[in-house]
């Protein structure tokens, strides 16, 4: 019962991911169903796609397509079809959500680095508990961000709006001095990182490939580098539980999982697609059952 194909008629919205491969996407099964529950008239479909210019000509002018969701190895190259971009989403040079307004106009966003942002600054209330309304925990903190590849990037550029002090590091040292010039920050490579640890109650943010499956005893970090740090965040999600975060717990760590991020960035697409809030619960039982 995937797409509720009863329910479609001449006035249905028709949302959807592009991508290529796009088929192993949960995003339909969590949209359809939100749909569904909350009663909206709207369906959510894979679109696999291959020519992203294309594909955006076509879409912004056919008059039931309400909005998508963008997959790899499309978030960069779709920018170019867009009418509008959210300012961060332009900085990082990547979208993932794309909303398009009845007059056929295109405004696209980045989620990803919402997501991410706000699972470490709910970690990040359970340490110091109630700060004052509008204010971000991250303000002030010092944010050391391993990798520099687009969720580095994310990662970075949106803490940085957060007031947080940023440093990149890096396997390739001119990558993590190129994203820490643009958002302000200090760069130096994984090595180096392993001896810096100038403060306590330091927030570390991985964003590298290393310990995804199958990989899964590799860490970017040695485990004594971890003892500063009070909140430790992993953008992997296959395992759920790195070597990263396994560790950071030994040392006392708040942990904060990949899959954190992965839910919250679609409960920010619901919020842009239909201007209501996300059924969050909803969302995070289908995962569940569907991990
Ligand atoms: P994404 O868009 O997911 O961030 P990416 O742009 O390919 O992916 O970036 C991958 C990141 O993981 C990079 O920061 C990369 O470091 P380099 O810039 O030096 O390539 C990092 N990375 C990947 N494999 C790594 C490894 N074995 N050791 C250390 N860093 C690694």
Same mark, same amino acid.
């Given at each position: 019962?995937?797409?509720? *194909?009863?329910?479609?008629?001449? /006035?249905? #919205?028709?949302?959807?991911?592009?991508?290529?491969?796009?088929? +192993?996407?949960?995003?339909?099964?969590?949209?359809?169903?939100?749909?569904?529950?909350?009663?909206?008239?709207?369906?959510?479909? +894979?679109?696999?796609?291959?020519?992203?210019?294309? *594909?955006?000509?076509?879409? $912004?002018?056919?008059?039931?397509?309400?909005?998508?969701?963008?997959?790899?190895? +499309?978030?960069?190259?779709?920018?170019?079809?867009?009418?509008?971009?959210?300012?961060?989403? #332009?900085?990082?040079?990547?979208?993932? !959500?794309?909303?398009?307004?009845?007059?056929?106009?295109?405004?696209?966003?980045?989620?990803?680095?919402?997501?991410?942002?706000?699972?470490?600054?709910?970690?990040?209330?359970?340490? !110091?508990?109630?700060?004052?309304?509008?204010?971000?925990?991250? $303000?002030? #903190?010092?944010?050391?961000?391993?990798?520099?590849?687009?969720?580095?990037?994310?990662?970075? @550029?949106?803490?940085?709006?957060?007031?947080?002090?940023?440093?990149?590091?890096?396997?390739?040292?001119?990558?993590?001095?190129?994203?820490?010039?643009?958002?302000?920050?200090?760069?130096?490579?994984?090595?180096?990182?392993?001896?810096? +640890?100038?403060?306590?109650?330091?927030?570390?943010?991985?964003?590298?490939?290393?310990?995804?499956?199958?990989?899964?005893?590799?860490?970017?970090?040695?485990?004594?580098?971890?003892?500063? @740090?009070?909140?430790? *965040? /992993?953008?992997? @999600?296959?395992?759920?539980d790195t070597r990263l975060l396994e560790e950071a717990k030994e040392s006392g760590a708040i942990v904060v999982h990949g899959t954190e991020m992965l839910i919250r960035?679609?409960?920010?697409? @619901?919020? !842009?697609?239909?201007?209501?809030?996300?059924?969050?619960?909803?969302?995070?039982?289908?995962?569940?059952?569907?991990?």
């Amino acid at each position: 019962d995937l797409y509720n *194909f009863r329910l479609i008629r001449p /006035d249905t #919205k028709v949302y959807g991911i592009i991508g290529k491969p796009v088929g +192993h996407s949960k995003s339909p099964l969590l949209f359809n169903a939100a749909f569904k529950a909350v009663g909206l008239n709207a369906v959510y479909l +894979h679109f696999l796609v291959d020519d992203v210019e294309k *594909f955006f000509n076509t879409y $912004s002018c056919i008059d039931f397509a309400s909005g998508c969701s963008c997959t790899i190895p +499309h978030k960069e190259v779709a920018l170019k079809s867009m009418d509008e971009i959210d300012p961060t989403a #332009k900085k990082i040079g990547a979208i993932n !959500n794309i909303v398009r307004r009845p007059d056929g106009t295109l405004i696209a966003f980045n989620t990803d680095y919402i997501g991410a942002i706000s699972a470490i600054e709910d970690g990040l209330r359970e340490i !110091n508990g109630v700060i004052p309304a509008g204010a971000s925990p991250l $303000s002030g #903190k010092l944010l050391v961000v391993l990798g520099a590849g687009g969720a580095g990037k994310s990662l970075a @550029y949106g803490a940085a709006q957060k007031g947080a002090r940023v440093v990149v590091a890096n396997r390739t040292f001119e990558r993590a001095k190129e994203l820490a010039d643009k958002v302000g920050g200090l760069a130096m490579t994984l090595a180096e990182a392993e001896n810096f +640890h100038p403060e306590d109650g330091m927030v570390l943010a991985n964003t590298t490939s290393v310990g995804m499956t199958p990989h899964t005893d590799a860490t970017p970090l040695a485990k004594h580098a971890l003892k500063r @740090y009070c909140l430790v *965040f /992993d953008a992997i @999600y296959t395992p759920k539980d790195t070597r990263l975060l396994e560790e950071a717990k030994e040392s006392g760590a708040i942990v904060v999982h990949g899959t954190e991020m992965l839910i919250r960035q679609g409960f920010e697409q @619901y919020k !842009n697609f239909t201007g209501l809030p996300a059924p969050e619960q909803l969302f995070r039982q289908l995962m569940e059952e569907h991990a």
